[in-house]
């Protein structure tokens, strides 16, 4: 069995670098500091690492100041959270060189399995979920400061347990952190409902750049770098935006241009039907059936209708048998 395979990883080492992807989410910060507390509380030499800054609104999380931006020397064992390849971690030296066994535990569907022990459930509806049942089988006792970080992992990648991955198992969970002591209103207020004045401006500009196809499927919205620059705004101002372009009654296919430096960062989100998983792996990106991204190399216009095409193409294709037509190119 997998998990036991860990178990043995972790009861059999002494030094660890745990670690999520950049860009962090809930489920990365809170996966990460669910690990971190499991670890030390084991007695482990514990290094919890994030290669970005991370939002916000994630400060109230307990652990959350020992998380680093990079580190030093080699360690016994790295555990890899929430990333479904090597690249989302962020850090350019071979895994190999920083870690003698590599943990890889992920949700994702496209992961690409480069651990030497992997524990990889696409139905899992974060890597907190995963968690919560490894630590149950060692009968790790869960506190108020433990269910918070995995209450915050599921919480935010269900969306507030409103997407379709919110399943019996993740409301059975966050139903015992809740009892043993975990406040959703605490959680939901840092979370979700504080937003910096910023944010909403930018939501504003968002907004009033919002169009929609001509067949009514999809609807776009886009950032211009110069708006970014001058709200002065960070990745986690962008946290929920795309929604509203997926909101709109008869959109099945909801995105977010940001331009970037040297191209855009497109966010992608589905409705009911169409796999935006699969468009942004076939954009050089990744992500999950509802909810996707890449980022694209190259100029802004090009990109931008290369995308709105071919989603334009796959869209009117409904129902017919996808004929694996790949975009490979990262630039355009
Ligand atoms: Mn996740």
Not at 7 to 17: M, S
Not at 271 to 276: E, G, I, P, Q, S
Not at 288 to 308: F, P
Request: include cysteine.
């Amino acid at each position: 069995m997998v998990s036991r395979e860990f178990w043995n990883t972790v009861k059999t080492n002494t030094k660890f670098l745990v670690i999520s992807h950049i860009f962090p989410d809930g489920d990365a910060v809170g996966s990460l500091l669910a690990t971190g507390m499991v670890l030390k509380t084991m007695g482990k030499k514990t290094t919890m690492v994030i290669m970005d800054k991370t939002p916000e609104c994630f400060d109230f999380l307990p652990g959350i100041n020992e998380v680093k931006r990079g580190f030093d020397g080699v360690f016994d064992c790295v555990i890899v959270l929430d990333c479904s390849d090597v690249d989302r971690i962020g850090i350019k030296a071979n895994l190999k060189t920083i870690g003698r066994i590599i943990v890889n535990i992920d949700h994702h569907p496209g992961n690409t399995y480069f651990g030497d022990v992997n524990i990889v459930d696409p139905s899992a509806s974060s890597v907190g979920e995963i968690l919560y049942k490894l630590f149950k089988e060692l009968e790790i006792q869960f506190d108020t400061c433990l269910g918070e970080c995995i209450f915050t992992s599921i919480a935010t990648d269900t969306g507030s347990f409103k997407y379709s991955n919110t399943t019996p198992d993740c409301m059975r969970i966050c139903s015992e952190l809740i009892g043993v002591g975990v406040r959703p209103e605490r959680v939901s207020r840092f979370v979700f409902e504080t937003k910096a004045i910023k944010s909403l401006q930018l939501l504003q500009k968002a907004l009033s750049s919002l169009k929609i196809g001509k067949d009514g499927l999809y609807a776009w919205m886009e950032v211009p770098l110069k708006i970014q620059t001058e709200l002065k705004v960070d990745d986690e101002d962008f946290e929920g935006i795309i929604n509203y372009a997926r909101q709109i009654k008869g959109v099945e296919v909801g995105i977010l241009f940001r331009e970037m430096d040297k191209g855009v960062k497109i966010s992608f989100r589905s409705n009911d039907w169409f796999d935006v998983g699969k468009l942004a792996r076939e954009l050089g990106g990744g992500g999950h059936t509802r909810a996707s991204g890449c980022i694209v190399e190259g100029k802004y216009d090009v990109i931008k209708k290369r995308v709105l095409d071919k989603i334009r193409t796959k869209l009117s294709q409904k129902g017919l048998r996808d004929d694996g037509n790949k975009w490979h190119t990262k630039h355009s």
